[in-house]
């Protein structure tokens, strides 16, 4: 490689880490413009990166260390973590975490279940939500050590791995599929997945291990392997029970149901600790809080919110939310007949689905576009990726006294999304005319 070459790359590097780790461990997230340049810089550098002839192991050795480089601190843009550290200690001293309130709790005197911990909660109204296989992850962190950061790199531990078996899953499914093994740097690379799973502590990153090998298995036509992974990315977070319909429909009757099955099963014993009717009571209560109270980073919502405003004078989330819920069930369902009339590969068909469930929710977080990443990569579409870039823009709604995001950064973001979706469609469309 010649001089310069390496220069350019030895730089790009650099900037890549530095990216990553100023916005995942040094800057705080009411510092809107420098997230944005740190962010931005890491996502120009991982363009090159992935752009460049470096050898595929070399850049998962770079993906690798940007990882590890996030262990060194605890995460400076998500307070998510306090709460697996309260389920997990709540669970260590022999409690239920979906029993009782967080402040219910912390008037018994339980040890590490204390003023210090709930200060940093940012659910203290509302009981715990997270299925039971996070639990257990949060349990375990919680038995090892005292210490937050141990039991946040604990959890990163699991993610790392996530991403690691992710890969090996997306590299059998390209081969299958005998495209370009490239692809695999544009997922392990990102600086979304990067940051919102090892380094903010999101489990998305384990669901996109589970789909993966769902998908897998899916292909090699081992059904009861593919109920498997799908059940355990739906008992890690419930949103892939979306998927359903695309992999039922595709292989009908017999196998079909056989999938099917297996998923509802594996979902089913996951959720055996909820049935106790005051734990549902209280997991009921903090969903439907959260299907028609919260609201953050949506596009088809937001624009219906305010015809409803223009009509009704008030907000509208409590019609609004179960409508668009009964429209995405309808089009899932449409998507998933369509891509088995089409023959489409069964990833584009969930592809499509989770983006029409994006697209018409009223809450979108950064981490909930990552199982989308790692399906637009094995589909060909590279709008998830615009999506990485542009989502990052909602953090700069994050100020020292609450939460406020201009229209314009929401407008902004889905325009980029939407045009290069649009620009994808239409190309992949002349390709196959």
Known sequence: ?????????????????????????????????????????????????????????????????????LFLGLPSLSDDLYRFIWDGTLLREGFSPYARLPAEYLAQGIQGVDQQLYDQLNSQPYYSVYPPLNQLFFWVSATLSTSWLAQANVLRVVLLMADL????????????????????????LNPLLILEATGNIHFEGLVVFFLLLGLYAFEKNRMISSGIGLG??????????????????????????????VAGLVVSIGLIPFINSAILSGMQSSLGLYFQKFEFNASVYFLLREVGFWLKGYNII???????????????????????RRKWPVHKTMLFSLSLYLLLATTVHPWYILPLIALGLLSGFYYPI????????????????????????????????????????????????
């Open 1 to 69: 490689m010649p001089k310069q070459d390496k220069t350019a790359v030895f730089a790009a590097v650099f900037i890549f880490f530095a990216g990553i780790s100023a916005t995942g461990l040094l800057i705080p997230r009411h510092h809107g413009w420098m997230l944005l340049f740190a962010y931005f810089s890491a996502f120009f550098a991982y363009f090159w990166l992935c752009k460049s002839e470096i050898k595929l192991p070399q850049l998962l050795a770079i993906g690798l260390t940007a990882r590890l480089i």
């Open 165 to 188: 078996g992710s890969v090996y899953f997306l590299f059998q499914l390209l081969q299958l599929q005998q495209k370009d093994l490239s692809v695999i740097s544009w997922f392990f």
């Open 232 to 261: 355990l990315a739906a008992a890690t977070k419930l949103l892939p029970l979306i998927f359903l319909p695309a992999i039922v429909i595709r292989k009908w009757f017999r196998d079909g149901a056989t999938l099917g099955i």
């Open 318 to 340: 409590g019609i609004l939310g179960p409508a668009l819920s009964g429209i995405t069930i309808l089009g899932i369902v449409g998507l998933a007949l369509r891509g088995q």
């Open 386 to 433: 615009a999506w990485a870039l542009m989502i990052f823009v909602t953090y700069f709604g994050y100020q020292e006294a609450g939460f406020e995001l201009s229209a314009i950064w929401v407008v902004l973001e889905y325009g980029v999304v939407l045009s290069t979706f649009a620009i994808e469609l239409i190309r992949s469309h002349e390709k196959s005319a």
